[in-house]
Structure formats: structure tokens, C-alpha cells
């Protein structure tokens, strides 16, 4: 069964940074491009990241670029998020997620969040 | 950059059917995916390429796209189908290739 956990999330001061995690399990991490999505409390979903299999091809959502940084450990089967210079708009659940079809990126399976509060 | 449309909700009769359009220039040479989110729940992958579901989807759901709208539509309406739905795409037109994500509808069901 696949399975995506993620963690590291919690409350944080603006211009603070967190790194969230997210452990991969019952399919081969290493083949498999992966992303970050937030959704905002009441607001729909924002892509973020993504990151392809040997994390080649790395793109950003213009809103974190230069402020957050994906990575990934094929080894570990974890993808990551460094999260520098955070705002209140980054206050969001953010989820990982795999793309099923690199031809076309999209997202056949999610984790359940992890919280990332950014307040004074 | 690109801009996906949709409209903030839809309602429809148990038994019938919903229609949920996905607006976007020139739409239709993308492939759309749909996500079906429950509260409090991550979303769920219920149409992707246009019209392919995935395993354990009903049906029920199916997808169109043609010209600047796509289309998710729901047929025989019941309860547990009322949620937040969402298209998305993938541009790669740009030098920055990105996701985009439409504004999503919530589905009430009467």
C-alpha cells in the first residue's frame, strides 16, 4: 500500500524557517517525481514544488522561490521542504504528493498534511 | 501565466447529474486532471488526462475537454459525492514549467 507521511510542521515566527518531511512507503520512491501542495486554511489548493526522480528538474511556484527549497534522499524514501523567510500567507496543511504520469503530472496519491502556522 | 476558471459552486438533485467546467485558453490541447477533496481529507485523484480514471473510481465520473473548457461530470448524483472539486494542469509553455491549480468548485448536493 502506498503511503505518504508528513511531518515537521507546527507554529512559527515570521522570517522563521521550518523543514517539513515526508516519508514514502509501498511503491519504489526512486522512480517516482514528487511535489509539494498547500492549501491554505477555507482556500483551495496552491502548488508549491516539484521535483523529479533524481531531482534533475526542479520548479517553484513563483510565490516561494528564493525562500523555499525540495529535496529528496532516494536512500531514506523522504522527500523535503526547507522553508526559509516565512510569511503569514505561508500559514497553509501542505502536502506531498506523487506524480503518476510524468507525461502529464499528475497526482495519483496524497499524504494527509502536516499544519504550518507562521504567526507573531 | 496560466489561469484555470471555475465556477465557486455548483448544486444539483440526488439522481441527477453535475456538470463542473474547468475554463482555460486554449484548454483543450492540456491534459486536465480533477481532484475530489472531502473535508478535513486530502484530495483524490477521480479524473486524470482528460477522461481516464483511476482505479476504484465509479463510473460515474467522467471527463471531457475541447476548446477553453474542460468538463468533470458526475452522473446519478448521491450524498457522498458533495465536496470540493479542483482541475489542474501542467504548463510546460513557459521557461518556468509550473502546476496550475483552478480555483475549485464545491459540489452541494440537494
Known amino acids: 500500500e502506498v503511503q505518504l507521511v508528513e511531518s515537521g510542521g507546527g507554529l512559527v515566527k515570521p522570517g522563521g524557517s521550518l523543514r517539513l518531511s515526508c516519508a514514502a512507503s509501498g511503491f519504489t520512491f526512486s522512480s517516482y517525481s514528487m511535489n509539494w501542495v498547500r492549501q491554505a486554511p477555507g482556500k483551495g489548493l496552491e502548488w508549491v514544488s516539484s521535483i523529479s526522480s533524481s531531482s534533475s528538474y526542479i520548479y517553484y511556484a513563483d510565490s516561494v522561490k528564493g525562500r523555499f527549497t525540495i529535496s529528496r534522499d532516494n536512500a531514506k524514501n523522504s522527500l523535503y521542504l526547507q522553508m526559509n523567510s516565512l510569511r503569514a500567507e505561508d500559514t497553509a496543511v501542505y502536502y506531498c504528493?506523487?506524480?503518476?504520469?510524468?507525461?502529464?503530472?499528475?497526482?495519483?496519491?496524497w499524504g494527509q498534511g502536516t499544519l504550518v502556522t507562521v504567526s507573531s | 501565466s496560466y489561469v484555470l476558471t471555475q465556477p465557486p459552486s455548483v448544486s444539483v438533485a440526488p439522481g441527477q447529474t453535475a456538470r463542473i467546467t474547468c475554463g482555460g485558453n486554449?484548454?483543450?490541447?492540456?491534459?486536465v486532471h480533477w481532484y475530489q477533496q472531502k473535508p478535513g481529507q486530502a484530495p483524490v485523484l477521480v479524473v486524470y488526462?482528460?477522461?481516464d480514471r483511476p482505479s476504484g473510481i465509479p463510473e460515474r465520473f467522467s471527463g471531457s475537454n475541447s476548446g477553453n473548457t474542460a468538463t468533470l461530470t458526475i452522473s446519478r448524483v448521491e450524498a457522498g459525492d458533495e465536496a470540493d472539486y479542483y482541475c489542474?494542469?501542467?504548463?510546460?509553455?513557459?521557461?518556468?514549467?509550473?502546476?496550475?491549480f483552478g480555483g475549485g468548485t464545491k459540489l452541494t448536493v440537494l
Open positions: 489542474q494542469v501542467w504548463d510546460s509553455s513557459s521557461d518556468h514549467p509550473h502546476v496550475v
Open positions: 486554449n484548454i483543450g490541447s492540456k491534459s
Open positions: 488526462d482528460d477522461s
Open positions: 504528493a506523487r506524480v503518476h504520469l510524468a507525461t502529464i503530472w499528475d497526482f495519483d496519491y
